[in-house]
C-alpha cells in the first residue's frame, strides 16, 4: 500500500501482457513495478521554441495616417481656393499654386513612405552628422540674399530650401539619442541638462539672427519638453526660462520692427494698415464664416484683401469658408495626430524611438497651437506654418517625413514577457510520462 502511495497507482490495473491468471497468490511477494513504455521524446533540434528577437510586428497605425490624410486633403483643396483669383490675375493660371502643391504632396508621400519602412535607429547612428550639416545650412543663409526682409532659405538656382526644417529632425534626433543613452544621468546639472541646451542655443542663435522667432521658440519649447519626459529636474527647466526671460525682452523692445508688432497684438486697430494688417483681416475671415462658413470658393477675402493667406494664415480662408465647424474640425485631427504620436511613443520598442516620437508629435502640436493663437489673435505674428495643412515645399516634405517616424515606431513588436523569453530560452518543453503498474 505503501509502494502505492508513492508512486500513485491505481490498483487493479494490469499491463496488456499480464492476464488475471498470471496474479501472485495471496501472501507471495510483490514483483516489482512494471513501466509501460515511455513515449518516445523528439530529438532536441526537432523541439521548436518561440521566437525569441523576430516577433511579429504592429500594422501601421490607420486613424494616424487617416487624420494626416484628412489635414492634407483639407489643406490642399484651401490653398487652391486662397490663391485662385490672386495666381488667376499675376500669373495667368489660377490652378498655379495647386499644381506646386500636388507636387509637394507626392515628393512628401515618398518622404513618408521612405521613413516609414526604413529602419530609424540609423538616425541614431548619424545623429552627429546629421546636427552638424543642419547647423552649417543655418548659418550659409545668413549669406543669402533677404526675401520678405529675412535670410531663412539657401537658394539653389531655381530652388529653394528652407534648413530650419532639417534643424528640426536633426535636433530632436539628438535629444532622443543623447536622453536614451545618458539614462539617470539626466537629473544631473553638467552632463543631463547644460550640453542639450548648448546644442539647442547654438541653433536658436543663428534662427534669431535670420530672423525667425517662431521657429526659435518651437526648438527650445521642444528641447524643454524631452528633458522634462526624460526626468530632468524642474529647478533646472525653471531656471532656463528665467534665464531666457531678459534675453528674450531684449529681442522685442531693442528691435523697433519686433516692437511695432508687439504693440499691434494689444492694439491691432491702431496698427491695422501695417504690422496688424493679416491679423484684422484674418479676424474678419473668420467673422465671416459664421457656423458653417459661406462654402468652398466663396471666400472675399482672398480676392486680394489678404497677403500669404495660404501659408501663415491659412485657417482663416478655413473659417471663413467652412466655418466654425471647419476650424473645429482642424483642430480635432491635430489632436488625434498628438494623440496617437504619444501613443506611438509610449509603445516604442526602444527608447530611442519613443524619444524621437514623442519629441516630433510635442513639436507638430506646440507649432499648431502657436499658428492657431497668431491667426486668432491671441498671440502675437510670429510667421509660423499650420503642419500639413498650409503651403509650402521644404516644410510639407519634412513634416511628412517626420510622420512617417512615427509611424515607424508606432510598428512596435508584439510584448513577450521577460519571464516568457527566459522560459523559452532554457526550457525545453516536456512531456509528461504515464506509469502503469502491477499490484495485488
Known sequence: MALIQRVGIVPGVLPPSVSPSARPATGAPIPPPIAAPAEPQPPPSVITQAPLAEVSERPYDLILIGAVLALLAIGTVEVYAATAAQAAARRGDAAFFLE?????????????????????????RRTFPLLAASILMLAATLAMPSLNGARRWLLLGPLSFQPVELAKLALVAYLAASLSRKAEKVKTFTVGFVPHLVVCAAMMMILLLQPDL?????????????????????????????????????????????????????????????????MVQAHVSLGSGGLTGVGLGNSRQSLGYMPEGHNDFILAPIGEELGFLGVALVLALFGVLVWRGVRAALGARDTFGG?????ITMMFGMQALLNVGVVLGVVPNKGITLPLVSYGG???????????????????????????????????????????????
Open 100 to 124: 506646386r502643391q500636388v507636387v509637394f504632396l507626392v515628393l512628401g508621400g515618398i518622404a513618408m513612405w521612405v521613413a516609414a519602412t526604413l529602419d530609424y535607429r540609423i538616425l541614431r
Open 214 to 278: 517662431g521657429s526659435s521658440l518651437i526648438l527650445g519649447a521642444t528641447t524643454l519638453v524631452m528633458l522634462f519626459v526624460a526626468g530632468a529636474r524642474v529647478s533646472y527647466i525653471v531656471m532656463a526660462i528665467l534665464a531666457a526671460a531678459p534675453m528674450a525682452y531684449q529681442l522685442i523692445v531693442g528691435t523697433p520692427w519686433r516692437l511695432r508688432r508687439f504693440m499691434a497684438y494689444f492694439n491691432p486697430e491702431a496698427f491695422s494698415d501695417r504690422e496688424a494688417y493679416q
Open 355 to 359: 524619444y524621437m516620437a514623442l519629441g
Open 394 to 440: 521644404t516644410s510639407l516634405i519634412v513634416t511628412m517625413f517626420l510622420v512617417g517616424l512615427v509611424l515607424n515606431v508606432g510598428r512596435r513588436a508584439e510584448f513577450v514577457s521577460r519571464k516568457r523569453l527566459l522560459m523559452n530560452q532554457s526550457n525545453p518543453i516536456k512531456r509528461r510520462q504515464r506509469v502503469q503498474v502491477a499490484v495485488g
